[in-house]
């Protein structure tokens, strides 16, 4: 079947760096996509991993890992703004342009 | 360019009435995707239109539809509401002319049903 799935709240200090983790399992798999959404607003696309490795762009970086099923968000520097929900997807080979969200995990950032 | 529209933004309608929610994607976009996102089950797929055609169908009953136009806005269509229809309705638009493409969202339809 299609799972998955990722920390339901972290928290983290202005300035630091979080990571925030999300693990898939599916039958076909076309990458994986990371959105931030605030509370009350939609989601904004942050990145996109259909190749092993890591894609960097600015304090966002994600890294994705076919053979575990694995990606990680990393965020750098963190802002009082970065405090918001970070949904994970990943798009199925047999289903097109559908992709399949993780709950998201909210990220509270503290001063 | 402008991003992804939706309209309204908010909408108040009792169980068994009938509702429409309208979606106009950025433009050049062709594929129109529709979300329901609610707190206990998250952002779930509904389904996908390109080129004025459903090319994918989510887990949901058949009181759900939608249909896409020749200008690639596209329509949600939700037949006698249920309590547990309130949610947050999202379209999403993509290039997505081989079936794979990064979605930009609009900013969701509010539907409550008293």
């Known amino acids: 079947g299609q799972n998955i799935d990722q920390p339901t709240e972290m928290t983290a200090t202005e300035g630091a760096i979080v990571q925030i983790n999300c693990t898939y399992q599916?039958?076909?798999?076309?990458?994986l996509f990371w959105y931030q959404q605030h509370a009350g607003e939609a989601p904004t696309f942050l990145s996109y991993n259909v190749l092993d490795g890591l894609e960097e762009k600015g304090r966002f970086s994600s890294f994705l890992s076919r053979s575990k099923g694995y990606s990680y968000l990393l965020l750098k520097e963190l802002q009082m703004k970065d405090s918001a929900s970070y949904l994970c997807a990943f798009l199925n080979t047999n289903a097109g342009n559908m992709l399949t969200f993780g709950g998201g995990t909210r990220l509270m950032v503290k001063p | 360019k402008a991003g992804v529209t939706q309209t309204p933004r908010y909408l108040i309608k009792t169980r068994g009435q009938q509702v429409t929610l309208s979606c106009s994607p950025i433009?050049?976009?062709?594929?129109v995707s529709w979300y329901q996102q609610t707190p206990g089950q998250g952002l779930q797929f509904l389904f996908e239109y390109f080129s004025e055609t459903q090319r994918n169908k989510g887990n949901f009953p058949g009181r759900f539809s939608g249909r896409q136009f020749s200008n690639s806005r596209s329509e949600m269509n939700v037949s006698t509401l249920e309590l547990g229809d309130s949610a947050l309705y999202l379209c999403?638009?993509?290039?997505?002319?081989?079936?794979?493409?990064?979605?930009?969202f609009g900013p969701g339809t509010r539907l409550t049903v008293l």
């Open positions: 999403a638009s993509s290039m997505a002319a081989r079936g794979a493409d990064t979605q930009y």
């Open positions: 599916t039958s076909g798999f076309n990458g």
């Open positions: 433009s050049g976009h062709r594929s």
